[in-house]
């Protein structure tokens, strides 16, 4: 199950590694077991702000990468044999 909240990180000092993981584990913890109704309200509040932080993370990075190939992206096309 998800860490207690007195040592758990703030979601915001969470590399997209870290809240990712934790994230899952949050999934899991909801999905397998029977948890006390304020228990899982709070596993589904921390669940929320995980995902807005993945989701930040990753528009972040897609700045970056637009940055780097001067605004245009290309489509990724796979090799064909």
Known sequence: MAKSKSTQKPVEELTYEEALAE?????????GEQNPLEEALKLYERGQALTARCGALLESAQLKVQK??????????????
Do not use: N, R
């Open 23 to 31: 994230l899952e584990g949050i999934v899991e913890a909801l999905e």
């Open 68 to 81: 780097l190939a001067g605004e245009t992206l290309l489509e990724f096309e796979e090799e064909t044999e």
